[in-house]
């Protein structure tokens, strides 16, 4: 058992595996939940943007990406909605990585293995030195 401060609130609550908020926030957060859940399963709502999403149910964005990374809210019956990328903030519907910035970390990748590489090849050569006597 683990008493921790709520992230939301700040009071003082028992952690378990289950919940990372309090009893309070936890209820407001579930309230959140069926208001968006409700929003977004009417058929003309599901092209909303985030930014409709958000003014129209008065749910924070932060609280809705929340929904999203933790798979409450699935993004693939709504084509306008994503999550951003954890590198550089650009919006995002699968991963963690926008396909620039994965790009990009592969490519680095590549070039610090071609680095290695070589620094093996240059390691293992055999050096032959010749001397000069008079």
């Known amino acids: ?41 009417k058929r003309e709502n599901r092209a909303a943007t985030m930014l409709q999403v958000v003014e129209t149910t008065g749910v924070a964005e932060k609280i809705i990406l929340k929904f999203i990374k933790n798979g409450k809210l699935q993004i693939t019956q709504f084509p306008n909605l994503g999550y951003p990328c954890d590198k550089c903030g650009a919006i995002i519907r699968t991963g963690r990585l926008c396909e620039s910035c994965a790009g990009a970390i592969k490519s680095d990748l590549q070039v610090h293995e071609h680095e290695e590489q070589r620094k093996k090849e240059i390691a293992n050569r055999t050096a032959t030195f010749f001397t000069h006597r008079d």
Do not use: H
Not at 4 to 17: A, L, R, S, T
């Open 1 to 41: 058992m683990e008493l921790v401060n709520c992230p939301d609130c700040g009071e003082i609550f028992v952690k378990n595996k289950f919940r990372d908020t309090c009893e309070k926030c936890w209820k407001a957060e579930q309230n959140a939940y069926d208001t968006v859940s409700k929003f977004m399963k």
